[in-house]
């Protein structure tokens, strides 16, 4: 099995906020990211496919399709948004870089045509990313 990975950026805010606890808990939890204005990221995503090259194309999936898949599902609804209020996938969540990339996993998954998602890793900073992969691994 091969894995081939693609690498995106994109710009969000987004603020840590859980209406089911106080005030004073929010700002305890989450701190400066519970601000009610938000702040932002430049996140990096990367997407890895796994799978055996086609023996016509030599490609798991063609890059271009590949390509055309994460400008259309991540760039189009998460880039330049308020994740809070203008994504539907995580309406009433708080939008941890672990939801983000659970819910990146959900948006694509069914969108590869060839091969099988087998990896995103999301980076909110250069010092903290989160893993999603099939079965955990």
């Known amino acids: 099995m091969m894995r081939i990975?693609?690498?995106?950026?994109?710009?969000?805010?987004?603020f840590y906020h859980n209406?089911?606890?106080?005030?004073?808990?929010?700002?305890?939890?989450?701190?400066?990211?519970?601000?009610?204005?938000?702040?932002?990221?430049?996140?990096?995503?990367?997407?890895?496919?796994a799978g055996e090259p086609d023996p016509k194309t030599g490609m798991i999936?063609?890059?271009?399709?590949l390509k055309e898949i994460l400008d259309?599902?991540?760039?189009?609804?998460?880039?330049?948004?308020?994740?809070?209020?203008?994504?539907p996938?995580?309406?009433?969540?708080?939008p941890t870089c672990e939801e983000i990339a659970s819910a990146l996993w959900q948006i694509l998954e069914p969108k590869i045509s060839h091969g099988r998602l087998d990896r995103?890793?999301?980076f909110e900073s250069?010092?903290?990313?989160?893993?999603c992969a099939r079965n955990g691994a």
Not at 61 to 65: F, G, V
């Open 61 to 65: 999936l063609d890059l271009k399709e």
């Open 89 to 94: 996938e995580l309406a009433g969540k708080i």
């Open 5 to 14: 990975t693609r690498k995106l950026e994109f710009s969000a805010a987004h």
């Open 120 to 122: 995103i890793r999301l």
């Open 72 to 87: 259309r599902e991540v760039m189009q609804r998460l880039d330049h948004r308020h994740l809070n209020y203008e994504v």
């Open 126 to 131: 250069p010092d903290l990313f989160v893993d």
């Open 19 to 49: 209406s089911d606890l106080s005030p004073e808990d929010n700002r305890r939890i989450f701190g400066k990211c519970n601000n009610a204005h938000g702040h932002g990221h430049n996140y990096v995503l990367e997407v890895t496919i």
